[in-house]
């Protein structure tokens, strides 16, 4: 079992700065691939960036290419996501999530084994 604690949302107003937390125990998490992903009020759970176990690539969703920053720390078994420029579109709850299976960087959330309880990111204006 891994659990996942997310921290670090919080309210900001558009165009500022927020890092997010995503500290993991029960389990290394450094042959997973690690994902993000954001739910807003009414929307399905959407894809946001993820970070892969090996060589530690990343993608992200075209909605915060260039804006957001994935990346990990293995000797302290965790995620970060940087999140610059930050829209009001970009309100939602994000949640932190481990591909035990990371053959293909997948983006889909069903192909996520583990998730965190979520923290709130809020922008305005």
């Known amino acids: 079992q891994v659990q996942l604690v997310e921290s670090g949302g919080g309210l900001v107003q558009a165009g500022g700065s927020l890092r997010l937390s995503c500290a993991a125990s029960?389990?290394?998490?450094?042959?997973?691939?690690m994902g993000w992903f954001r739910q807003a009020p009414g929307k399905e759970r959407e894809f946001v960036a993820v970070i892969r176990w090996k060589g530690g690539s990343t993608y992200y969703a075209d909605s915060v290419k260039g804006r957001f920053t994935i990346s990990r720390d293995n000797a302290k078994n965790a995620v970060y996501l940087q999140m610059n420029s930050l829209r009001l579109e970009d309100t939602a709850v994000y949640y932190c999530?481990?591909?035990?299976?990371?053959?293909?960087?997948?983006?889909?959330?069903?192909?996520?084994?583990?998730w965190g309880q979520g923290t709130q990111v809020t922008v305005s204006s």
């Open positions: 999530a481990a591909d035990t299976s990371p053959w293909v960087t997948s983006t889909a959330p069903h192909e996520y084994d583990y």
């Open positions: 029960g389990r290394t998490i450094d042959r997973f691939n």
